[in-house]
């Protein structure tokens, strides 16, 4: 049977960053986790708790294909430590990489820095495309109607969200994985993904290239989700 793809998108935004691509992929799932961080910390087992509730729905003869977007890479070994199956193999799109040894920050020294010059009275950031330039922001989007869809579900994550370190129980990557790039910042992860022997493709693009060219981006999770599961 066809592989079932459970399309991750980071807590930073929602899910509707993933429908398009969900609409290219038969049978996938996309489970929402914009209210990850409303219950306080620590904020992963929630996320692990939806994403595992979505990999139940999955017919129980299909490989279940993971597929994190963003820092939802992160999550991908207390997910697959909780999944109430075994998760066939992982596709990570630009996304950044657990850690091989020892918890993953959600967010480095100067991330924080960038973030605590933003963070609000109540502890709580703007809505992540708030945080750039226009400039920067306007070419993630293929439209207006797009752009408004998304932006009016991102949540206004708290401060302590990004510095959480999450979890990384031993044996999380013993299953395919594969790597997407997008966007120049995402390089150095799929570096680290090459350099640990999985095959990466490169879909040139900005962080949300998924909602402008869903075509290219389902074709390719596609071709790596079949070759990890055959």
């Given at each position: 049977m066809d592989a079932v793809f459970v399309l991750v998108h980071s807590p930073s935004v929602g899910p509707s960053?993933?429908?398009a691509v969900a609409d290219r992929l038969p049978g996938s799932l996309?489970?929402?986790?914009?209210?990850?961080a409303d219950a306080g910390p620590p904020f992963w087992p929630a996320a692990a708790e939806l994403v595992g509730a979505a990999i139940a729905e999955a017919p129980?003869?299909?490989?279940?294909?993971?597929?994190?977007?963003?820092?939802?890479?992160l999550f991908l070994p207390a997910i697959v430590a909780g999944a109430p199956r075994?998760?066939?193999?992982?596709?990570?799109?630009?996304?950044?990489?657990?850690?091989?040894d020892g918890p993953s920050p959600v967010a480095d020294a100067d991330g924080l820095a960038f973030l605590r010059e933003r963070v609000g009275g109540d502890g709580r950031l703007p809505p992540w495309t708030h945080w750039f330039d226009e400039a920067d922001v306007a070419p993630m989007f293929a439209d207006a109607a797009t752009r408004e869809l998304i932006e009016d579900e991102q949540p206004r994550l708290p401060l302590a969200y990004y510095e959480q370190r999450l979890p990384t129980p031993a044996?999380?990557?013993?299953?395919?994985?594969?790597?997407?790039?997008?966007s120049e910042p995402y390089?150095?992860?799929?570096?680290?993904?090459?350099?640990?022997?999985?095959?990466?493709?490169?879909?040139?693009?900005?962080?949300?290239h998924q909602v402008v060219d869903p075509d290219?981006?389902?074709?390719?999770?596609?071709?790596?989700?079949?070759?990890?599961?055959?």
């Open positions: 960053t993933w429908t996309v489970p929402s986790l914009t209210g990850v129980a003869d299909a490989p279940v294909v993971l597929v994190p977007h963003s820092n939802a890479g075994p998760v066939a193999a992982v596709v990570f799109v630009d996304a950044s990489l657990p850690a091989r044996g999380w990557d013993r299953r395919p994985c594969a790597y997407v790039q997008f390089a150095a992860d799929a570096a680290d993904a090459a350099a640990r022997g999985w095959p990466v493709e490169v879909v040139p693009g900005a962080h949300l290219a981006v389902a074709a390719a999770i596609g071709r790596l989700g079949a070759r990890l599961v055959a």
